[in-house]
């Protein structure tokens, strides 16, 4: 009852990975989401791996939503998208642009319908401009923002996340989108509004200023590997028990001491080495003292004379590690939720604390069409012999 969002109510129409990242996180600060399927189901149940026949992809992405199933080619099923868009706070979809529109359900209808609707549009590239009726995916995305472009080593290929980094950085930028247009309604005293947003915008923003690098000084940048232009040492290190850590000194104090740390305190005095792009400049020689140092040292000794010394240090975490970090678990950046046929189930938590409406999730992602009945029957009012015909006909399921 204290969570923030608590009587906002979301019908999500998305599928995947960035819409459902959206109504998740409205969900998971307490909004009442209704995922809406087709008899197919989201393609995003088809994500590995799985456990049994449940996609832990989408279970995680569509925990705490009610799921109904309606066949939206079905003049029935249209019928139930509006009542339950009338309704509602927040309409949030990620199909082609022209599609929610041959479904009779174009935003000038539905604010018709519903004046305060709050309309959030996900697509690959926006609902206008020559791209528009392009098919968009986040990896397409992750090429044209200039990610690929910059990530990778140098002397090798363009390089793509091995995760829908894309999808997932448009699904969080949307849900704050969301917020920000139920503020203008709320408090301000507007009404309903479209918000377009495309899984490309959220992560050039994200990627840098390398086009007005490209504007104002007419430099293209290029891949570094795990180097920085602007600071070193910066890169990956492997210990002598085959891990690997992090090494950040973006802070020249932090600089400083970590050279100090290495053995090599004679540097911390040149010149150069009073700014990043000096340091940058003597990247090679720097690089070798660091990784020479940790070459010769397990992990755990890396990490705790970093620690010592007051330097910055990560170790390159794998899913295992992530599990049985006592800092992540302390503060429940993962967290236990109940499945009704698996049990209890690890997965990210509310991805922020909040100290006096903090959100939860309730449970994993629902069975296709577990709450239909209830939905149209309780909610909409619709009797059960009526939903019973409408599942003979095809329209829900």
């Given at each position: 009852?204290?969570?923030?969002?608590?009587?906002?109510?979301?019908?999500?129409?998305?599928?995947v990975?960035?819409?459902?990242?959206?109504?998740?996180?409205?969900?998971?600060?307490?909004?009442?989401?209704?995922?809406?399927?087709?008899?197919?189901?989201?393609?995003?149940?088809?994500?590995?791996p799985?456990?049994?026949?449940?996609?832990?992809?989408?279970?995680?992405?569509?925990?705490?939503?009610?799921?109904?199933?309606?066949?939206?080619?079905?003049?029935?099923?249209?019928?139930?998208?509006?009542?339950?868009?009338?309704?509602?706070?927040?309409?949030?979809?990620?199909?082609?642009?022209?599609?929610?529109?041959?479904?009779?359900?174009?935003?000038?209808?539905?604010?018709?319908?519903?004046?305060g609707?709050?309309?959030?549009?996900?697509?690959?590239w926006?609902?206008?401009?020559?791209?528009?009726?392009?098919?968009?995916?986040?990896?397409?995305?992750?090429?044209?923002?200039?990610?690929?472009?910059?990530?990778?080593?140098a002397?090798?290929?363009?390089?793509?996340?091995a995760?829908?980094?894309?999808?997932?950085?448009?699904?969080i930028?949307?849900s704050?989108?969301?917020?920000?247009?139920?503020?203008?309604?709320?408090?301000?005293?507007?009404?309903?509004?479209?918000?377009?947003?495309?899984?490309?915008?959220?992560?050039?923003?994200?990627?840098?200023?390398?086009?007005?690098?490209?504007d104002?000084?007419?430099?293209?940048?290029?891949?570094?590997?795990?180097?920085?232009?602007n600071?070193?040492?910066?890169?990956?290190y492997?210990?002598?028990?085959?891990?690997?850590?992090?090494?950040?000194?973006?802070?020249?104090?932090i600089?400083?001491?970590?050279?100090?740390?290495?053995?090599?305190?004679?540097?911390?005095?040149?010149?150069?080495f009073?700014?990043?792009?000096?340091?940058?400049?003597?990247?090679?020689?720097?690089?070798?003292?660091?990784?020479?140092?940790?070459?010769?040292?397990?992990?755990?000794e890396?990490?705790?004379?970093?620690?010592?010394?007051?330097?910055?240090?990560a170790?390159?975490?794998?899913?295992k590690?992530?599990?049985?970090?006592?800092?992540?678990?302390?503060?429940?950046?993962?967290?236990?939720?109940?499945?009704?046929?698996?049990?209890?189930?690890?997965?990210h938590?509310?991805?922020?604390?909040?100290?006096?409406?903090?959100?939860?999730?309730r449970?994993?992602?629902?069975?296709?069409?577990?709450?239909t009945?209830?939905?149209?029957?309780?909610?909409?009012?619709?009797?059960?012999?009526?939903?019973?015909?409408?599942?003979?006909?095809?329209?829900?399921?």
């Amino acid at each position: 009852m204290n969570a923030p969002l608590h009587g906002v109510r979301v019908v999500d129409f998305t599928r995947v990975l960035s819409g459902p990242c959206c109504t998740k996180t409205l969900r998971d600060l307490g909004a009442d989401v209704t995922k809406i399927e087709p008899p197919a189901g989201d393609v995003g149940r088809a994500g590995v791996p799985h456990i049994g026949t449940m996609s832990t992809y989408y279970a995680q992405q569509n925990a705490g939503k009610r799921n109904i199933c309606i066949d939206l080619n079905w003049p029935e099923a249209r019928a139930i998208a509006k009542r339950l868009c009338e309704d509602a706070d927040v309409v949030v979809e990620n199909f082609r642009p022209g599609t929610f529109e041959r479904w009779g359900l174009a935003p000038d209808r539905l604010f018709e319908l519903n004046p305060g609707l709050v309309l959030a549009r996900l697509t690959g590239w926006g609902q206008s401009g020559p791209y528009a009726h392009r098919a968009g995916f986040g990896t397409l995305a992750e090429a044209m923002s200039g990610f690929a472009h910059l990530t990778g080593p140098a002397d090798g290929p363009p390089t793509l996340p091995a995760f829908g980094l894309a999808d997932s950085i448009c699904g969080i930028a949307a849900s704050s989108a969301v917020l920000m247009a139920l503020r203008h309604r709320e408090v301000q005293g507007g009404g309903g509004q479209v918000v377009d947003m495309s899984i490309l915008e959220p992560i050039m923003t994200a990627v840098g200023p390398a086009p007005t690098v490209y504007d104002q000084l007419g430099i293209v940048e290029q891949r570094h590997g795990n180097r920085s232009t602007n600071n070193a040492p910066r890169n990956a290190y492997r210990t002598k028990d085959g891990s690997w850590v992090a090494v950040s000194t973006s802070a020249q104090t932090i600089a400083e001491r970590v050279l100090r740390l290495v053995g090599h305190p004679e540097v911390v005095a040149e010149p150069w080495f009073r700014s990043g792009r000096g340091r940058v400049e003597h990247v090679d020689l720097l690089d070798r003292y660091v990784g020479d140092w940790i070459g010769d040292r397990t992990r755990a000794e890396v990490l705790a004379a970093f620690d010592a010394a007051g330097a910055a240090v990560a170790p390159i975490y794998d899913p295992k590690d992530i599990v049985e970090d006592p800092h992540i678990r302390a503060t429940g950046m993962i967290t236990e939720v109940e499945d009704e046929d698996l049990g209890r189930m690890l997965m990210h938590n509310v991805m922020w604390r909040m100290s006096a409406t903090p959100g939860s999730i309730r449970f994993t992602g629902r069975p296709l069409g577990a709450d239909t009945d209830a939905v149209l029957v309780d909610e909409l009012g619709y009797e059960r012999a009526q939903v019973a015909a409408l599942r003979e006909r095809g329209a829900v399921a």
